[in-house]
């Protein structure tokens, strides 16, 4: 058994970055949260629920990655984060913020029509965030967190006052909610320019953006509140902070955690989607094969779930890129395996499945990344063979999907390059033939047609495009889709993409 506050603790580094916080700052403010709602009188369920919420704020992030980057110089990740330090409503607030944090390496003049159009859009901005509730909700349904998270998930991005489009306001708002959105941005402030900084953002927001109650118990005693943070103690802090008995999960909720991260990170960008799943049902499939135990084989499946995740540390105008990389650019994108052993360190829970995950791009030779080490046998070439067979039958920005034959010549001719082991490579080429030849049943119901709506919208399609791909009028998609979402429950696009993915329909 394991604590589940040391699997989504771990996990938060990751959707911090999708949010280009610093990482750890999810830690600290949920650890802020909790001191606060005590604080306030809040009860131990109410404060758990407060916990969990808080450490999946950013969970939701990456539903509008890939539309954000395409009209912020490809640089989604520090515009994220200068609009969650920014008060939304104030227009020179929006403005400092962006001119201090948005694409530091672009010139203010190119850079002055995307701040001016963004303080001009004012609430419309605000209702930008909504798909990143839909997706954060989405996604806790599938965790094993208290109930109540969904509901104070759903209004993240909120105010305390009138001005925000489309949430309720003041006592409308659960009260963990008014917290965590208190917290996240007066932290955020705290790393940027230390206590004097965030009490500023505190008060002078107090009764606007912030609940008054919420402020004035950080004002009380904020030295009490902030206790413990310095970057050497976060992790403990944050541990410390769970209200009650520790919440505790087995094999299952690992999985379960891992699944709801490889789906986040697959959202990144719609070159990324299922591709998580698809290598994971491979390798895992490949190990059993191998005889490995199931202890071994499940190791293989989470290091497969879990390998890409520090893509969520690279801006989109990297992933998403028609054209060829700079070698600068391919330094970024090759480091991405970097942050997924960053993230997989902070907890021993992951010690195993980090070897297998991080080896994912490494080779026999000694010639892969990031590490630059000989490929070990056994999982970690499992998983090195799949991820690199489902890259080359996908398409990708700048190279079209090869057949499976293709890809069979070519990963055998790693193989006699000695890039590649002959053992492992045999094994999952056999697999994917055992895939192949596998019947297809779709699930909840769904028609064929259904299914293809469904993909391509959870490949970030609009209905227009589906109906171009499919050959049909987007009328006939809009009704496919209106009869699709309630046999899969979903009340959303985000929420479909997700039951898209989470349910195989790119597996073959």
């Known amino acids: 058994m394991w604590r589940l506050a040391e699997i989504l ?64 110089l490809g640089d989604e990740l520090t515009g994220y984060l200068a609009m969650t330090r920014a008060d939304p409503a104030n227009p020179d607030s929006v403005r400092a913020e962006l001119e201090a944090t948005f694409a530091p390496d672009r010139s203010m003049e190119e850079k002055r029509e995307i701040i001016e159009m963004m303080v001009a859009m004012g609430p419309q901005a605000m209702a930008m965030g909504l798909p990143h509730c839909e997706q954060a909700v989405a996604i806790a ?91 050497a103690e976060e992790w403990g802090s944050f541990l410390a902070a769970e209200p009650g008995s520790p919440r505790m999960t087995g094999t299952e909720g690992l999985g379960e955690a891992a699944e709801a991260l490889a789906d986040f990170t697959d959202l990144k960008s719609p070159w990324f989607t299922g591709h998580s799943r698809r290598v994971a049902g491979l390798a895992h499939l490949a190990a059993l094969e191998a005889k490995s135990d199931e202890a071994a084989a499940q190791v293989v499946f989470h290091a497969a779930l879990l390998h890409d995740i520090g893509k969520n540390a690279i801006a989109n105008g990297i ?84 057949s499976e034959d293709e890809a069979a010549e070519g990963l055998l001719r790693q193989v006699h390059g000695g890039l590649l082991p002959h053992q492992e ?25 259904e299914a293809e709506v469904l993909r391509e919208l959870a490949r970030g399609k609009t209905n227009k495009e589906i109906a171009q791909i499919l050959n049909v009028s987007p009328k006939t998609v809009d009704n496919h889709l209106q009869n699709l979402y309630p046999k899969i429950g979903a009340e959303s696009r985000t929420a479909a993409a997700l039951y898209a993915m989470q349910n195989g329909l790119f597996s073959i």
């Open 141 to 231: 349904k599938r965790l094993p967190v208290p109930s109540t998270v969904k509901s104070i998930l759903r209004h993240m991005e909120s105010r305390w006052d009138d001005q925000h489009p489309i949430h309720p306001s003041g006592p409308n708002l659960l009260p963990q909610t008014r917290i965590i959105e208190f917290a996240i941005v007066a932290e955020l402030h705290r790393r940027a320019g230390g206590l004097v900084s965030m009490a500023d953002c505190a008060l002078s927001r107090r009764g606007g953006q912030f609940d008054p109650a919420v402020v004035d118990a950080f004002i009380e005693n904020p030295a009490s509140i902030l206790a413990g943070l310095s970057p």
């Open 425 to 449: 490579t045999r094994i999952v080429l056999d697999c994917v033939g055992q895939r192949k030849r596998a019947a297809k049943v779709w699930p909840s119901g769904m028609t064929q047609r």
């Open 319 to 402: 992933w998403d890129k028609r054209e060829p990389l700079s070698r600068f650019e391919q330094s970024q994108a090759l480091s991405a395996t970097r942050h997924t052993e960053q993230v997989l360190r902070m907890s021993p829970i992951f010690d195993p499945i980090c070897e297998v995950a991080c080896s994912v791009n490494e080779r026999r030779d000694g010639s892969g990344s990031h590490r630059g080490m000989v490929l070990p046998d056994g999982g970690a070439s499992f998983l090195a063979v799949a991820n690199l067979f489902d890259e080359w039958t996908n398409d990708a920005p700048t190279q079209p999907a090869i």
């Open 9 to 72: 603790g771990a996990l938060s580094m990751a959707t911090d970055m999708s949010a280009g916080n610093p990482p750890g700052t999810s830690l600290t403010a949920t650890v802020i949260s909790v001191r606060i709602g005590r604080a306030l009188g809040l009860s131990n369920d109410e404060l758990s629920s407060l916990y969990y919420a808080g450490i999946l704020r950013f969970i939701g992030c990456t539903a509008t990655s890939s539309d954000t980057a395409a009209i912020a």
